[in-house]
Nanobody, 116 residues
Framework: QVQLVESGGGLVQAGGSLRLSCTAS????????MAWHRQAPGKQRELVAS???????TYADSVKGRFTISRDSATNTVYLQMNSLIPEDTAVYFC??????????WGKGTLVTVSS
């Protein structure tokens, strides 16, 4: 079984920062892509940022320049550093991993609330 455990969510004022972490454990085979998605109340889940085996990254336009995704391959951990947070960033943030067998895994989510 594969488990993804997220941490780091919470309540922060606009302009503040948070750092999310997600560690994958279990029978996971050669992680390809690690990503963060988010889902705000009443909205569809959206891709926030991805990091690939090559360490190249992609970001949603709404977070470019404010968020940074990184990974520690030794511990199968992905991070999301979120700076200059705005109320529109309020959402449940989900960790997502795609492995070498094209198996897709999801964490249970961590809530980020940005107050104005």
């Amino acid at each position: 079984q594969v488990q993804l455990v997220e941490s780091g969510g919470g309540l922060v004022q606009a302009g503040g920062s948070l750092r999310l972490s997600c560690t994958a454990s279990g029978s996971i085979f050669r992680i390809n892509t690690m990503a963060w998605h988010r889902q705000a109340p009443g909205k569809q889940r959206e891709l926030v940022a991805s990091i690939f085996r090559s360490d190249s990254t992609t970001y949603a336009d709404s977070v470019k320049g404010r968020f940074t995704i990184s990974r520690d391959s030794a511990t199968n951990t992905v991070y999301l550093q979120m700076n200059s947070l705005i109320p529109e960033d309020t959402a449940v943030y989900f960790c997502n991993v795609l492995d070498g067998r094209l198996m897709n895994y999801w964490g249970k989510g961590t809530l980020v609330t940005v107050s104005s």
